[in-house]
């Protein structure tokens, strides 16, 4: 079974920065995208920042220019560097990635990982 595992979470200051990592388990055939959502207390997940296989990204309006995600197709391995982390970007971030494990897989499956928290506060 395919996983996904978050790193880099932590405590930071407002202004700091922090570099959230998404690791894959196993080897698979295709990531068609990846994508990184949180979730804050009492409020639904939301979309942070995706790339796709070819490195076109999108963000929030709320990260934009703060925010940059990227991705290593060699290593299938995702990241997403946040700088001047402000109190309300405090959540749990979730790695997404929409995999096609094997080649006979026609449609590509979303995994989640187990998401890592951030909490920005002086």
């Known amino acids: 079974q395919v996983q996904l595992v978050e790193s880099g979470g932590g405590l930071v200051q407002p202004g700091g920065s922090l570099r959230l990592s998404c690791t894959i388990s196993?080897?698979?055939?295709?990531?068609?995208?990846y994508g990184w959502y949180r979730q804050a207390p009492g409020k639904q997940r939301e979309l942070v920042a995706s790339?796709?296989?070819?490195?076109?990204?999108t963000y929030a309006d709320s990260v934009t220019g703060r925010f940059t995600i990227s991705r290593d197709n060699v290593t299938q391995m995702a990241a997403l560097q946040m700088n001047n982390l402000k109190p309300e970007d405090t959540a749990v971030y979730y790695c997404?990635?929409?995999?096609?494990?094997?080649?006979?897989?026609?449609?590509?499956?979303?995994?989640w990982g187990q998401g890592t928290q951030v909490t920005v506060s002086s």
């Open positions: 997404n990635a929409k995999i096609r494990t094997v080649i006979v897989v026609p449609t590509p499956r979303d995994y």
């Open positions: 196993e080897r698979v055939f295709e990531i068609t995208s």
């Open positions: 790339v796709t296989f070819g490195g076109t990204t």
